[in-house]
């Protein structure tokens, strides 16, 4: 229950932050360039607004999506590797060496977490906790604020600690999961959540080809299969016993013209 709540709020942060800098980048560019058109009333209005925050914001929630989209990554597998190698070996050396891969994976992120979160509490959270609880913090360091939104910069670090610790229980996860099943994650780039896989018939074949040129499964008129107007025409319309009479005496008729 813990880990299908933790996925789903992996997948939310990391889709509201994408979707949200990418609308706040259009806003700022449909700003610029509509702010410089002489459009009474409309100018006026767009020059008192400040859209000068939007490139530091979507920066920060860059990285904090790419943070969590790494995480993301270990969990479904969309991480690429190279396993020329791995895939040569027998399969109980190939599944040591994947453990190995795996832990060391955890072991690098775990690292990063650790230094990324002393480097946050020293940066200024250590003096935002103190104050927050009313401890009496005068002699440690406030930390510096970013440029155009003033925001305190351990607040935009904290999503090296956050990202690489999530990072490395993804890591842990994967290897215990291998280690049970012995199958990794993997994802299929062909497919399209929400869409289901067309299953074809058992004796279907697409590349079997009845003149060399075209496929059986295709729907357009084979070469040396093509047909006059009025052969289509008949055969979309029912062909009555009259219409059969009469089109014999036509082409009897014609048969004799051309004889005389």
Not at 111 to 137: C, D, K, P, R, S
Not at 168 to 181: G, P
Not at 198 to 217: A, R, S, T
Request: charged share 20%; net charge negative; hydrophobic share 45%.
């Amino acid at each position: 229950m813990l880990n299908k709540a933790l996925n789903h709020l992996e997948e939310l942060l990391v889709t509201f932050l994408m979707g949200a800098a990418t609308l706040i980048i259009f806003a700022s560019v449909a700003h610029r360039y509509l702010a410089g058109v002489d459009i009474p009333g409309l100018q006026d209005w767009l020059l008192t607004l400040n859209f000068s925050w939007a490139q530091e914001l979507c920066i920060i929630m860059f990285v904090w999506m790419a943070k969590f989209g790494a995480a993301y990554g270990v969990r479904t597998g969309i991480h690429v590797g190279v396993d020329v190698l791995i895939n040569r070996l027998d399969d109980n050396m190939r599944g040591k060496f994947i453990v190995f891969g795996l832990l060391a994976g955890a072991l690098f992120t775990g690292i990063v977490a650790a230094l990324g979160a002393h480097f946050v509490w020293e940066n200024g959270a250590h003096y935002a906790v103190f104050n927050t609880f009313g401890i009496q913090a005068e002699d440690l360091y406030e930390g510096p604020v970013t440029p155009d939104l003033e925001w305190p910069t351990w607040i935009v670090y904290c999503a090296i600690p956050f990202g690489s610790s999530l990072m490395c229980f993804r890591f842990l996860q994967v290897t215990w999961s291998f280690l049970k099943t012995g199958e990794l994650p993997h994802h299929d780039h062909g497919h399209v959540d929400g869409l289901e896989d067309e299953v074809p018939p058992v004796d279907f074949d697409p590349y079997g080809m009845d003149d060399n040129l075209h496929m059986k499964d295709m729907k357009h008129t084979m070469v040396g299969e093509r047909r006059s107007g009025d052969e289509r025409r008949h055969e979309s319309k029912p062909v009555t016993d009259e219409h059969r009479g009469g089109n014999e005496r036509r082409q009897s008729g014609k048969n004799e013209g051309g004889q005389q």
